[in-house]
Structures are given as structure tokens and as C-alpha cells.
């Protein structure tokens, strides 16, 4: 006979590792909790993260902001740095610009960046998605292509990515 002693922690993740339908899921259901983070106020961020302030707020703010909110409050953001840190800032900006347009032209204006990848809808998850295949078509296509012109717009969009 084996008399090894589990703690329930162990027990419980054991148990979830396990569950292949719904009835077993219900089992385990009662020994679980979900709540708010008393750390991080449900944020996911350290408090490294959560500390420094940008044009007045912080991170976990500027992540409830929805998508439209952020747009307007991520251009001011390079103005508001020293003169040094005024280029890297512009680059990040317009990167996040670029994404960002795409995705409003999607119909998602209304999406926040704290929001678990796992709320979203279908339709949100294929257009957020759509936008990472088209430019990874786009690329493919420029590479299959005889064109010289399709050669230079391949090298010049892989330099954008590797920035």
C-alpha cells in the first residue's frame, strides 16, 4: 500500500490536469476560488510595471483605456520625453499607430489591452488575428514574387519587423 500524503494544493492541480469533460470540471469547481489579485488590483502587472507615469498616468491605466482613448493619448507621448528619447519613442508610437489604425478600420475601437484574450468573441479573436496573417501573407507573397519591385517592398518590410 502507498500512504503518500498529497496537500490539497497539490490535489486540486492534480485534479485539473485531469478533467476531460464538463461532470469533471463540476467536480473540481468547488475547490476552486476566483477573485481580484490583492497585489496588483487585477492588473497583471508588477509594481515595477505599474509605478512609472506617462503623461500622467500609468500603465494599468493606459490599459483600461479603450483602443480610441489610447490612440489619442499614445500620440502625445513622444512630445512629453526629453529631446533624447524622442526618437525611440517616435518609432514605438508609430508602430503601435500602425496596429492600432488596423484594427479600428476592423470595428474594435472599443477593445482595452487589459482585456483577457479569453473574453473575446469570436469575431474579435479572428480580426485581431486577421491582421498578423495579412502581414504575414503580404511578406510570403512579396518573397514568391519575380517582381524586383515585390523583392525590395519584402526587404524593406522585414527591416520595419526587425525594428
Known amino acids: 500500500m502507498d500512504f503518500t500524503y498529497f496537500n490539497a494544493t497539490y490535489t486540486v492541480e492534480n485534479a485539473l490536469s485531469k478533467i476531460r469533460d464538463e461532470k469533471g470540471m463540476k467536480r ?9 489579485c490583492p497585489e496588483c488590483g487585477g492588473t497583471r502587472l508588477s509594481d515595477a510595471a505599474r509605478a512609472p ?13 479603450t483602443l480610441s482613448e489610447l490612440i489619442g493619448w499614445v500620440k502625445g507621448v513622444p512630445a512629453s520625453l526629453p529631446e533624447e528619447m524622442r526618437p525611440m519613442a517616435e518609432n514605438i508610437c508609430e508602430s503601435f499607430l500602425d496596429v492600432s489604425k488596423r484594427l479600428t478600420d476592423l470595428g474594435l475601437s472599443y477593445l482595452t489591452l487589459d482585456r483577457a484574450a479569453s473574453t473575446l468573441s469570436t469575431g474579435e479573436h479572428y ?17 514568391l514574387s519575380p517582381c524586383p519591385y515585390m523583392k525590395t517592398a ?6 520595419g519587423l526587425i525594428r
Open 28 to 36: 473540481v469547481e468547488k475547490f476552486l476560488k476566483q477573485s481580484v
Open 53 to 65: 507615469r506617462l503623461r500622467g498616468i500609468s500603465l494599468a491605466e493606459a490599459c483600461k483605456m
Open 154 to 159: 519584402l526587404i524593406c518590410a522585414l527591416k
Open 127 to 143: 480580426g485581431t488575428l486577421s491582421l498578423t496573417c495579412f502581414r504575414m501573407i503580404n511578406l510570403m507573397t512579396a518573397a
